[in-house]
């Protein structure tokens, strides 16, 4: 599906080789099951891959930092996370080996037109996700709010997508029950015909099923009401996603301003004293051909200084850019949480009142068909 064109791609062979269902325990410290896919990337020559493991997490935050590295470009979409829309004979299950494979195809083929792609082809972190084998999105401090938070929404996602597929079940169920009824109103009518005595209770109940039979349809249609408004939260727990994973972005680009400010201050700190910390090319070159003169010296000093006050004012700016953004998100977040308790107290108690209407109005049919029966 993916032309290779001028891109890296033809000195680049990139394969989601495989999936591995694991088990572990996730960011809140709780047993979960999820599935990794194997990443190789072939450079030829030489022909052994380089082969590491993705979470399909990994992959949501590598195209959340696209998206917003990158506002001009139309990034490359993933395949569905959740198991929807599909034929109904398919299995809606997360781990289900059919639907991982069509997922392993589709995470393929997102790297493919990433790579495929004349700018992000060349972004840094796209190399780092295809060649660093540890999550190069790790946080040194992550915020554990967030992280709660991230792992709520998954929950609630399931838990609506549980609740929803359970109404529909039922709804299917449901609605079978109601129609069978129409056979009662038609068998009592027929056998009406045949009752002199009997004909008009008969007759009389077999209305009153008849009725029953054609109320489903209303009462489907108002449940389906109910239905959109647990689906309106199904979609707002995406919304809430996204945003965990623009704070964690955030927080990474704060956390490799800090790290290359930490750096450059180490360089001058060797620079300054003539003794160095770590194995560099730099220190290995200057024991092969001698040190640097005094003007060099110092001209790279006066380098390091100015680019190590511009690092200290984008560190602040990402600070004040984290902070803020912390802040303002949290304020909506609570926000959001008060609207979404009391929208769904209202949705599931108007439910349940409709399901005991429904259930009274049942009653009520057979009701009117045994005083039918009490007259012939």
């Known amino acids: 599906m993916v032309e290779k064109g001028t891109s890296v791609l033809k000195k680049l062979e990139i394969n989601v080789a495989e999936a591995e269902k694991r088990t572990g325990k996730n960011t809140v410290n709780m047993q979960e099951t999820y599935t990794v896919y194997l990443v190789e990337t072939r450079v030829s020559p030489p022909p052994t891959p380089d082969t590491l493991w993705r979470r399909y997490s990994e992959f949501e935050l590598l ?5 917003v590295t990158y506002p001009y470009i139309i990034i490359p979409p993933l395949p569905e996370k959740r198991a929807e829309f599909v034929w109904h004979k398919l299995s809606a299950d997360n781990l289900d080996p059919d ?7 589709g995470l393929e083929n997102f790297l493919l037109r990433v790579m495929s792609h004349p700018v992000l082809c060349k972004d840094k972190i796209v190399f780092l996700f295809l060649t660093e084998i540890e999550n190069i999105f ?5 915020d554990k709010r967030f992280t709660a938070l991230k792992q709520y929404s998954d929950e609630l996602n399931t838990a609506i997508s549980q ?6 079940r039922v709804a299917d169920r449901l ?7 129409g056979n009662y109103g038609r068998v009592f009518s027929e056998w009406s015909a045949i009752e002199k005595e009997m004909g008009d209770g008969l007759q009389s109940a077999g209305h009153h099923m008849d009725t029953y039979a054609a109320s489903i349809d209303d009462i489907l249609e108002e449940e389906e009401h109910y239905a959109d408004q647990l689906k309106e939260y199904l979609f707002y727990t995406e919304a809430v996603r996204s945003v965990c994973r623009k704070h964690e972005l955030i927080q990474y680009e704060l956390e490799v301003a800090a790290q290359d400010l930490a750096s450059k201050k180490q360089q001058r700190e060797e620079l300054a004293t003539g003794m160095v910390r770590v194995f560099s090319l730099k ?3 200057s ?3 001698g040190q640097e003169s005094q003007e060099q010296r110092e001209s ?3 380098a390091l200084e100015q680019s190590i006050q511009e690092g200290e004012q984008a560190l602040k700016e990402k600070n004040a850019e984290c902070q803020e953004f912390v802040q303002t998100a949290w304020e909506d977040i609570e926000r959001f949480k008060e609207q979404k308790d009391r929208d769904l107290r209202e949705a599931l108690i108007s439910y349940a009142i409709m399901q005991i209407s429904m259930c009274k109005k049942g009653i009520q049919v057979w009701s009117n068909a045994k005083e039918c029966f009490n007259k012939m």
């Open 63 to 67: 195209r959340t930092y696209l998206l």
């Open 99 to 105: 639907f991982v494979e069509r997922r392993r195809v």
């Open 138 to 142: 790790s946080f040194k401090s992550p």
């Open 163 to 168: 609740l929803l597929r359970v109404r529909a």
């Open 175 to 181: 609605y079978g029950v109601y129609k069978v009824h």
């Open 283 to 285: 220190g290995m070159t």
């Open 287 to 289: 024991k092969l051909f």
């Open 300 to 302: 790279r000093l006066a």
